[in-house]
């Protein structure tokens, strides 16, 4: 294992389609997460306002955040503009993403020149189509990349088999997005999986590992391959947040309770 690839394992936050143009949420989701021990939240340009929010929930507790946000642009000039923006919004930017891996050759040497000068700490790289995996690998090769984030859930396994094991060859970290679902028959639907609540009585084998309710079941099946650092499920809930924060930490599932998951999830 490279020292240098562990976030965690730990439950970030994410903020796709819950703090857009909504700074009071995303103080009052943020602050839960926080509290609960989350250190690290995702964004994106191409989530409408929700960096600007989280700026703002941010105030007064910026050192207690990872912040791991992305550009999303085939310009470079455009990309440039947007990461002047996180500079003037988080003050630093922990970690930095080419998000869906839009022209991430032509942003892969000035955005490493801003982390050998200290301002970007790690660079990664992201894709939520398996279709785009063998691309997601060939960026993986270079070398550059720091972090890498995929989807993984019981009905979305496809990093299984190509990315997660390139990324523990290379020493690279995982940050899992949808780990509560999102694709059905071929759709995108956000936390489709929690449409199959199980109810009490079937997760009942997974009370000793600290899980309670069904979103944690998803969020601790994840994070039990040992090769997942982070997973980031969104919500503009604070509770939620913090049970979702609860299950970050061992004991992890074994192979009995991850398969169990999968059956209560329809994918096995």
Not at 215 to 224: E, M
Request: glycine share 8%; charged share 25%.
């Amino acid at each position: 294992m490279i020292e240098q690839r562990k976030l965690g394992p730990v439950v970030g936050l994410g903020t796709y389609g819950t703090f857009d143009d909504d700074a009071d949420t995303a103080t009052r989701v943020l602050g839960a997460a926080l509290d609960s021990g989350a250190t690290l939240v995702d964004s994106s340009p191409m989530y409408g306002g929700a960096e600007q929010s989280l700026a703002a929930a941010l105030a007064g507790r910026r050192d207690a955040a990872v912040v791991a946000t992305k550009i999303w642009t085939p310009d470079v000039d455009e990309g440039r503009a947007q990461y002047a923006r996180q500079q003037r919004w988080f003050g630093r930017v922990e970690i930095e993403q080419v998000h869906n891996l839009v022209a991430w050759r032509e942003h892969l040497a000035w955005l490493e020149r801003e982390r050998d000068e200290g301002r970007i700490d790690r660079l990664g790289v992201t894709h939520y189509d398996a279709n785009a995996f063998e691309e997601l690998e060939t960026a993986l090769r270079t070398g550059h990349f720091d972090t890498v984030q995929v989807p993984l859930n019981p009905r979305e396994r496809e990093c299984e088999r190509r990315i997660l094991p390139l990324a523990e060859e290379l020493g690279i970290a995982v940050i899992v997005m949808r780990p509560l679902g999102g694709k059905v028959r071929g759709a995108w639907l956000r936390g489709s999986l929690l449409r199959r609540d199980p109810g009490p009585r079937a997760l009942e084998p997974l009370r000793p590992f600290g899980v309670e309710t069904w979103p944690q079941a998803l969020l601790a099946w994840a994070l039990s391959d040992p090769r997942v650092d982070v997973v980031i499920p969104a919500t503009s809930r604070p509770e939620r947040a913090r049970t979702n924060v609860a299950v970050g930490s061992p004991p992890w599932l074994g192979d009995d309770e991850r398969a169990l998951v999968s059956r209560l999830a329809g994918a096995a």
